[in-house]
């Protein structure tokens, strides 16, 4: 099974609320990766875990939380959410450096 | 800083046509070079990579891409396109010392029956 799950595919959420993405995938691959993907822009890398060392990118370092249970398991999680979070979260998986990466079809939010 | 750029947002062709959607990076030392497809309501899938030796890589439905050192591109091509290649198409660069991944802006491809 070559497939990254991910769930909702729909969320709905307030501004100043919660917000807990998850993504799973059983190809024992070591890097998960989160994607931000808004309109007409280029998937913006959000963090990745190398096996269990996050790594977050610095334009979005206190924005983005996560988490990594256990070599399948992912999430992402904002802590307060903003109108600018609205987007694509697009979650991915590989194995190695340089190799394909693997996308989930991605989770949609919406916030209102 | 490492990045890749696809100049042209939207392409539209006629079905049977030639195809060539552009993509040019930037990173100083040697790229891994992929194209993903994304079609409607779907995850991003690939399409090809480049990883060294022949420039000239083969990936599904008869897609491929050139490697050019010189031109810093990594250009995506079909000799003839079909309806259902309608899509976008990302290109991407990853890099040999780190586990990052980074995306060009897509090319929308509109093929017309």
């Known amino acids: 099974d070559t497939t990254v799950k991910q769930n909702p595919r729909y969320k709905l959420a307030r501004v100043g609320k919660p917000v807990n993405l998850i993504c799973s995938q059983t190809?024992?691959?070591?890097?998960m990766y989160w994607y931000q993907k808004k309109p007409n822009q280029a998937p913006k890398l959000l963090l990745f875990?190398?096996?269990?060392?996050?790594?977050r990118e610095a334009d979005t370092f206190e924005k983005f939380q996560s988490s990594r249970p256990n070599n399948s398991f992912c999430s992402l999680y904002i802590g307060s959410a903003g109108l600018e979070y609205s987007a694509m979260y697009l979650c991915?998986?590989?194995?190695?450096?340089?190799?394909?990466?693997?996308f989930g079809k991605g989770t949609r939010l919406t916030v209102v | 800083a490492q990045s890749v750029t696809q100049p042209d947002a939207r392409v539209t062709v006629s079905e049977g046509a030639s195809l060539q959607l552009r993509c040019k990076y930037s990173?100083?030392?040697?790229?891994?070079l992929f194209w993903y497809v994304q079609y409607p309501r779907q995850g991003l899938q690939l399409l090809l990579k480049?990883?060294?030796?022949?420039?000239v890589v083969q990936g599904v439905n008869s897609f491929e891409a050139e490697f050019s050192k010189s031109n810093s591109s990594f250009h995506l091509q079909k000799a003839s396109v079909h309806w259902s290649d309608s899509a976008v198409y990302f290109c991407a660069l990853s890099m040999a010392n780190t586990n990052k991944v980074v995306f060009g802006t897509g090319t929308r491809l509109q093929v017309l029956p």
């Open positions: 991915a998986s590989s194995l190695g450096r340089g190799t394909e990466v693997f």
């Open positions: 875990y190398y096996d269990k060392i996050l790594n």
């Open positions: 480049y990883y060294s030796g022949d420039p």
């Open positions: 190809m024992n691959h070591d890097t």
């Open positions: 990173y100083s030392a040697t790229p891994y």
